[in-house]
């Protein structure tokens, strides 16, 4: 692409999360004593950073509630700039 295509690029971005997605896992974590940000991409990441440390002695849970969080997630979006 770099070869034919020198001038463009491809960008990619994160629409931020939604919320109604999110509704059954930010009630499920709760439950579980973790609680999820996801007002925008980074404070879900930081959200889960936080929760992996409260279930270091969980690794199976924390990588759960991650792969959940992540099918919750809108596909990202590819432009051309």
Not at 59 to 79: E, N, W
């Amino acid at each position: 692409i770099l070869r034919h295509y020198p001038t463009l690029s491809v960008l990619r971005r994160h629409p931020a999360p939604n919320r109604s997605m999110f509704d059954g896992l930010i009630q499920k974590a709760k439950t579980k004593g973790i609680s999820l940000c996801i007002d925008d991409s980074k404070k879900l990441a930081d959200s889960l950073d936080e929760a992996g440390k409260k279930l270091s002695d969980n690794p199976y849970l924390d990588k759960l509630i991650r792969i959940l969080s992540t099918r919750c997630m809108s596909p990202a979006q590819y432009f051309c700039s």
